[in-house]
């Protein structure tokens, strides 16, 4: 009883000082000016960051504070059922009181007074969006009048469509989600535009008790209250009885969606660069993402769970990105590690950098034969990766094989310096170790690339040499860079790709691909284009340890192929040649190029002329009565040996010989082959002490 008549005396005090504070504000200048120097919460509540795919599906929303998710309303894109009911079940006459709702008030004082306890609170939206703003409570009469004088102001300075947003984007619905847009993707994994009549009014009577009326906990409380609003809506004349009978019938949700994830390291990165953007559309094709997603996933199956890998897709035409993959998962133990950026090395994957290069500066052509032997550049002495030779080759095929000496050799020719100049002409980002001056170890991957960068470079390799930036933006649109080489020269590249055999027998010349694999099998590449689209895979581990087995042309060139598949099952044709292409046999070229000799081959030997590989240059060799053996390698037999300029073998056909022992002190060997050709070495001997 003593309760009932504090409740009383509680609803009488609210009610006079409800009227009297609503009567002054509207009709006295007082109240009036009173209302007007409210100082208001902040009209702009901070709401999820959303990321767009270039549709404007949702790939990625970020929780706001305390881990709350809350998207942004805007009624126009709403279902008009929803509003129609939300305003039918709280609030009848928003769009005619100024904020608070006199015979609304009137109806909650009656129902206190008569039953002794507060049977409905008589809030407009208005006053709720006033209470959700300042978060604060409607317990006490002073909570109540605050309420009302900040629902006054509210009214004052915003249009009805406004405050509608703000109740739209705040409302509570169950645990951490707030908001109808929040609501209709977290309970029925979809955008408010369009609600079938039970979920709308499901949307509509989650926030009066959204812990109580939750439909994965409390069923029965929320299906109860659903099935009464809906009775309410027939009452009203916002459906029928037989909608309303139908919508009585479907099911609640029984769990939360989860909110779409797509592209979480792209996304995460472009948050934490422009946290304070409120929306971003992303150049990203959602369903592409999403398959490329599932087949990174799938291609790790069978893998060790160190094993990752990375995926990209992009419109060389525009530098779209369309699909970024960082790794095979969050649940992997280096899942969370964004390999489409991580420094690596790149193997043999800039070969075709390299030979663009140098049929563009005129040192070759596809056709050019080059040699490929045992060939030792200073220190540097690199091996092919198989350790075999073939003799002399076509450029074309030295690349489609991917040979390591001719590679190097070009390098040499074109000077490192060169390359990587071209490496970031073409947008891609390079580490040198400890910052050294580049040397020919980049033209097998003694260089730090991402495979962002190695996509610009097949990117303007696909484009006819000129660079493009990639973009992720769909608002940017890239300027393009300079011609890194020509177009003949690209589209050699592309040519000589194109004829490589595809994985899986299919027939060559619909794309162009080059794979890698670096030092120990710790990275495995390949890179491939078509008319339209570039295709990155990066596999291994993210910690660099090695991947016995691992190579590029088993593991990554497959995924390629995969993935063009998922882009269109028929992939866009690659252009014709320019006019200025040069389509000849070897024997058409011109003299220099049918033969590569390098820029200083009027002095250089010959790549088969005769060499001392044995005493190596400068050795110091011990004196100790035992014959000095050499050892020669190419040339044309018979041979003759000098030892300072004078013969002591002469007519000698084998290619490992003894010499006697010569005195203390410095010499010069020299071996001269039947056809003139020489080489020599300076060696010392020294006496045993």
Known sequence: MKAQLKTRGHARWIFFLAVGFYAGAIFGDAGRNWVARTELPSLNPATSAEMLAADGTLLRAFTVENGRWRLAVDAAHVDPRVIAMLISYEDKRFYTHAGVDPLALMRAVSQALRHGRIVSGGSTLTMQVARLLENSGTGT????????????????????????????????????????????????????????????????????APERRRPDRHPDTALAARQAALARFVEAGLLTAEDARTAMTEALPQTRHDFPALAPHLTARLHRDAPERAMTRLTIAAKLQSDLERLATQSLIGRDRQSSVAIMVADYHTGAVLASVGSGGWDRPAGFVDMTRALRSPGSTLKPLIYALAFDQGLA?????????????????????????????????????????????????????????????????????????????????????????????????????????????????????????????????????????????????????????????????????????????????????????????????????????????????????????????????????????????????EADAPKL??????????????????????????????????????????????????????????VIDAQGRSDRVQIGFTALP
Not at 141 to 161: F, M, N
Not at 483 to 507: C, F, K, N, R, T
Not at 629 to 643: E, K, Q, S, Y
Request: hydrophobic share 40%; proline share 11%; with cysteine.
């Open 141 to 208: 009469w002073s909570g109540k009048l605050r309420q009302i004088r900040v629902a006054l102001a509210l009214e004052q300075r915003l249009s009805k469509d406004e405050i509608l947003n703000l109740y739209m984007t705040l409302a509570p619905y169950g645990g951490n989600i707030e908001g109808l847009r929040a609501a209709a993707r977290m309970w029925f994994d979809k955008e408010p535009t369009r609600l079938t009549p039970a979920e709308a009014a499901l949307l509509v009577v989650l926030p009066q």
């Open 613 to 670: 590989t044995f005493p190596p240059n400068g050795a110091m060799l011990l004196l100790d009565g035992q014959p000095v053996t050499l050892r020669l390698r190419d040339g044309v037999p018979p041979f003759a040996i000098l030892l300072d300029g004078q013969p002591v073998v002469t007519g000698a056909r084998r290619r490992e010989l003894s010499l006697p022992s010569p005195g203390p002190g410095f010499a010069t060997l020299s």
């Open 365 to 605: 052509h596809p056709e050019t034969l080059i040699a490929d032997r045992p060939t030792a550049f200073g220190r540097y002495a690199p091996q092919n990766f198989d350790g075999t030779y073939r003799g002399e080759v076509r450029v074309a095929e030295a690349l489609r094989l991917s040979l390591n000496i001719p590679a190097v050799t070009l390098t040499d020719a074109l000077g490192p310096a060169r390359l990587i100049a071209a490496m970031r002409q073409c947008g891609a980002e390079t580490a040198l170790p400890n910052g050294e001056a580049p040397g020919l170890a980049v033209a097998l991957g003694g260089v730090g690339m991402t495979l962002e960068g190695l996509m610009e470079i097949y990117g303007t390799l696909a484009r006819g040499g000129r660079a493009l930036p990639l973009t992720y933006l769909a608002d940017q649109s890239p300027e393009p860079g300079r011609d890194v080489v020509s177009q003949s020269s690209a589209w050699q590249v592309g040519h000589i790709l194109a004829g490589l055999l595809p994985p899986g027998g299919e027939p060559p010349g619909r794309i162009a691909y080059k794979t890698g694999t670096s030092y120990g099998n710790r990275d495995t590449w390949a890179l491939g284009f078509d008319g339209r689209y570039v295709v990155g895979v990066w596999l291994g581990r993210p910690d660099g340890t090695p991947v016995p087995g691992a190579f590029g042309a088993s593991v990554a060139a497959p995924l390629v192929f995969e993935v063009f598949q998922r882009i269109a099952p028929d992939t866009v044709p690659l252009p014709p040649p320019p006019p200025e292409v040069l389509l000849v046999e070897n024997a058409a070229l011109p003299p220099p190029l049918q033969r590569f000799r390098g820029r200083g081959a009027l002095f250089a030997p």
